[in-house]
């Protein structure tokens, strides 16, 4: 089941590769069925699939039941939960049950950090949270685009998002996120061929995003 298991986590990081990690997920947990890891692998190759973060959230929850003490699956469940119109309440005390497993975990700093900016009034806990993260994992690209997100909301620190976008794109430059939301804040900013060059960065990565297409427009 780890060859499976290990197999699945390798295409499960490979462009256009998740069915096939899904069928070794699947694959590892009929030779072991109580197997946390397998199951919390599944909740992550279904949360980037498209409309499936319900199977997402299931998959991490059997994880949980099997492993009560799995900071991984609980934070995976709590952004998960996040994501998710209205259930946020729920995810916080995922998120906080997995800093408790683990104070230094930087990924469930993020996660706290996006349920928290789905709250109105929360956006500094949220700012913290990312800022907390980065500290603990600095090259992380999604505690970088996050907080480039929070901050852009908040009145004079555009310039210190825009550090931040070129910070997520420092670590990842593939990332298509990155460079639509710098894309979109540039335009804000009136700084339009700069826009246009991460626009169509992004797109090159991504090249079926509505979002990028319409600011690109």
Known sequence: WISHNNLGNYLLMTKGRIPESIQHFNA???????????FNNLGSAYSRMPGRLPDAIWYYEAAIRIRPDFPQARSNLGGA?????????EALPQLKEALRLKPDYADAHT????????????????????KTA????PGSTQAHNNLANALAEEPGH?????????????SDPNSAEAHSNLGNLLAK??????????F???LRLKSDSPETHNGLG
């Open 81 to 89: 939960l996040a994501r998710l119109p209205g259930r946020v309440p």
């Open 28 to 38: 590892a947990l009929k030779l072991k069925p109580d197997s946390a890891e397998a």
């Open 134 to 137: 980065l500290q603990l994992d």
């Open 189 to 198: 900013e009136g700084r339009t061929e700069e826009a246009i060059a991460q």
């Open 158 to 170: 555009s310039e210190d998002a825009i550090a931040q976008y070129e910070a997520a794109l420092q």
């Open 200 to 202: 169509q960065a992004a």
């Open 111 to 130: 996660n706290l950090g996006i349920a928290y900016s789905a709250i109105p009034g929360r956006m500094q806990d949220a700012i913290a949270e990312y």
